[in-house]
């Protein structure tokens, strides 16, 4: 008998399908699973992580608990999916192999790991075998397949160890922060090794934007040859004074080149998922394309690779789609010779993200399209030849420059089509010509604040800064949304994230910094490479919390937080105030949540809402209904505006 153990149970139905021509689909403990008679073979689908690592339910209580006890504890492990663990048991106690088919990667490798450690409780003797493979084709499990290996121990204990650390880490400052401020339960304060320091860059980066003081700078056109050439001055008067003195200008030099445009590099999982933010957030993006991973129609999701390896046929792949959608683009690259673009980042588990199977808009749902597509496009985008174009410079005296570029050759432009390509006409010019001036201009501006972080932005700095892995800062992004640390996509923080990183910043900073949570992926990785001991990495994060336990102000720190809250709470009131709550005389409000809404300040002990339109811009405005003494609410949308009482 033999024990297929897949990562879910979509991934063990296409892998018992592509393995087996008598699949039976059964069921025990409500837990699908897929057996072939002939064969004598099972395959179950897990649902991830089965088991977890927690504290004693002793421990349990956050009040009574000294913080210092969580370092001294033993870690407890906890079955999550009681039904698919019982099923895994006994499914395997009368087995003679158990090959581990879950996804390869470093949680991959841990949750096959922790099947193992299960099954060898009822089956201690039993062979253990595992297979590894980028993409659910039936070329790429039969090879997986014909191939076995062993497990990678190394790398599932560095994931084993980052469970760990990270419950530590989490649990600890949550309840430091969250008992110094006194907010418990639902309202608890929400911290941790990776989302503090991705907080602290979204907060720094807003108050870099207000305290950003703009410098006003004035740009002066020339207009020649029916366009305009264009130089800055710091002051209005040396700009008037320039043009006041010319009324011809001489072309100092004219330059006419064709340049070629980069391609995008192959798609890894931080390129992916910042392009993906386009069209939903990095959390969803990354759901669909886990699902078209299992569904057979991409490669794995999670990858840090941007370089296709010599052993992946690009060819046969852009072949797969002359007869499908995508076959102009198929056509296109296969024309002009296949020449795959590469980034800086090479690993030898998974190729970059690309399609394995050809998919129609009928076979799948809107958002899944939208994802498949990118992924189609991309792949073909790093095949195909480069753009060019056709750049002309001049330089006028005094200074006045025009730059014009128009595309000649589309290249990987035609099929990667999500950003329109700008371009601009100036006519030639030959050196030494005089021009006569037929326009003058002076045009007021101001410089700008940085930006604020895109979702996708975000993703590539957290990247940089070693800040999370691959498989996990889309999760972290989506948690700081879900404790309503932030809002909206450019992201803004709320108030209560300026409360809870000032906080931090002058109790405790160095939780904040990327530093350490950088070096503990580090750390991770000479695990699995087997340069560094589990327990050794462990050892230094419970000597790194101890020392912010012993040297942390906890009254200053609750000081902090209550302070920010009670000014949260005040511009709440001050910016979304719209009159007196007919129930109880608090101060109703526009609230927000899943969706927009009028709600009381006294909530919850008064629960008095209205409902609000969803579409449109909403402005409170400064008029007052004559018969409820509320404001009047107006709603702009499409270039249309009306108004009404929330009560009327």
């Given at each position: 008998m033999w024990l297929i153990v897949a990562e879910k149970d979509k991934s063990a139905k296409r892998i018992a399908k592509i393995l087996f021509k008598d699949v039976k689909v059964l069921k025990k403990n409500r837990v699908n699973y897929y057996f072939s008679p002939s064969n004598r073979a099972f395959v179950l689908g897990l649902k991830g992580h089965i088991v977890e690592y927690d504290f004693p339910e002793s421990l349990n209580n956050w009040r009574v608990t000294p913080l210092e006890s969580l370092l001294r504890a033993k870690f407890v492990v906890k079955v999550r999916e009681k039904n698919v663990v019982k099923t895994l048991l006994e499914l395997a106690k009368d087995v003679e192999r158990v090959t581990i088919a879950t996804d390869y990667d470093r949680e991959g490798e841990f949750i096959g790991l922790t099947a193992v450690k299960l099954i060898q409780k009822v089956n201690p003797n039993v062979k253990?075998?595992?297979?590894?493979?980028?993409?659910?084709?039936?070329?790429?499990?039969?090879?997986?397949?014909?191939?076995?290996?062993?497990?990678?121990?190394?790398?599932?204990?560095?994931?084993?160890?980052?469970?760990?650390?990270?419950?530590l880490w989490g649990a600890i400052l949550t309840r430091l922060l969250s008992l110094s401020a006194n907010r418990l339960g639902k309202d608890f304060l929400s911290v941790g090794r990776v989302q503090s320091p991705t907080l602290r860059l979204i907060v720094e980066r807003e108050e870099q934007i207000k305290s950003f003081k703009s410098k006003f700078y004035y740009n002066a056109f020339v207009k020649v040859k029916g366009i305009y050439a264009k130089r800055k001055f710091e002051k209005e008067e040396e700009a008037k004074k320039v043009l006041e003195s010319i009324d011809v200008l001489k072309v100092l030099s004219f330059k006419k080149s064709v340049v070629e445009e980069k391609k995008p590099i192959p798609f890894n999982t931080t390129e992916f998922l910042k392009e993906a933010s386009r069209f939903m957030k990095p959390d969803k993006a990354m759901a669909i394309a886990e699902n078209l991973y299992m569904e057979g129609y991409i490669s794995y999701p999670r990858t840090d690779n941007t370089v296709y390896p010599k052993t992946l046929n690009l060819k046969s792949l852009v072949e797969m789609f002359l007869k499908s959608e995508f076959r102009d683009h198929a056509e296109f690259v296969l024309k002009h010779g296949i020449e795959p673009s590469k980034g800086r980042k090479e690993t030898k588990d998974h190729p970059p993200i690309h399609p394995t199977a050809v998919a129609s808009r009928d076979e799948l749902g809107k958002d899944e399209w939208i994802v498949y597509e990118l992924v189609v496009k991309r792949f073909f985008a790093t095949l195909a030849p480069k753009a060019k174009w056709e750049v002309k410079r001049v330089e006028l005296e005094h200074g006045f420059k025009a730059m014009g570029k128009r595309l000649v050759f589309s290249g990987w432009r035609s099929i990667y089509d999500y950003t329109k390509p700008e371009e601009s006409f100036i006519p030639d010019f030959n050196v030494g010509?005089?021009?006569?001036?037929?326009?003058?201009?002076?045009?007021?501006?101001?410089?700008?604040?940085?930006?604020?972080?895109?979702?996708?932005?975000?993703?590539?700095?957290?990247?940089?800064?070693?800040?999370?892995?691959?498989?996990?800062?889309?999760?972290?992004?989506?948690?700081?949304?879900?404790?309503?640390?932030?809002?909206?996509?450019?992201?803004?923080?709320?108030?209560?994230?300026?409360?809870?990183?000032?906080?931090?910043k002058e109790t405790v900073e160095v939780v904040t910094l990327p530093d350490m949570t950088a070096k503990l992926e580090r750390d991770m990785v000479a695990i699995a490479e087997g340069r560094?001991?589990?327990?050794?990495?462990?050892?230094?994060?419970?000597?790194?919390?101890?020392?912010?336990?012993?040297?942390?102000?906890?009254?200053?720190?609750?000081?902090?937080?209550?302070?920010?809250?009670?000014?949260?709470?005040?511009?709440?009131?001050?910016?979304?105030?719209?009159?007196?709550?007919?129930?109880?005389?608090?101060?109703?409000?526009?609230?927000?949540?899943?969706?927009?809404?009028?709600?009381?300040?006294?909530?919850?002990?008064?629960?008095?809402?209205?409902?609000?339109?969803?579409?449109?811009?909403?402005?409170?405005?400064?008029?007052?209904?004559?018969?409820?003494?509320?404001?009047?609410?107006?709603?702009?949308?499409?270039?249309?505006?009306?108004?009404?009482?929330?009560l009327c």
């Open positions: 253990i075998d595992r297979v590894r493979f980028s993409a659910l084709t039936p070329v790429d499990i039969k090879r997986a397949f014909a191939n076995p290996t062993s497990l990678d121990y190394n790398l599932a204990k560095s994931a084993e160890v980052r469970h760990k650390i990270d419950l010509e005089v021009l006569l001036v037929e326009e003058k201009k002076i045009k007021k501006e101001k410089t700008k604040p940085p930006s604020r972080y895109t979702t996708g932005t975000l993703i590539k700095v957290m990247e940089s800064l070693g800040l999370g892995t691959k498989s996990t800062r889309h999760e972290i992004i989506k948690k700081l949304y879900d404790r309503k640390y932030v809002y909206g996509n450019p992201i803004r923080p709320t108030n209560l994230a300026f409360a809870v990183i000032n906080a931090l560094m001991n589990e327990k050794e990495v462990l050892k230094e994060s419970i000597a790194f919390l101890s020392k912010v336990l012993k040297s942390v102000d906890r009254k200053r720190l609750g000081s902090i937080i209550r302070e920010g809250i009670e000014k949260d709470r005040e511009d709440e009131i001050e910016k979304n105030a719209v009159g007196i709550c007919p129930k109880c005389g608090g101060i109703l409000l526009v609230k927000r949540a899943n969706k927009r809404f009028i709600g009381c300040s006294n909530y919850p002990k008064c629960k008095f809402s209205l409902p609000l339109p969803q579409r449109g811009r909403l402005v409170i405005t400064s008029k007052t209904c004559e018969k409820h003494g509320v404001k009047i609410l107006r709603i702009v949308e499409k270039g249309k505006k009306w108004e009404f009482c929330p």
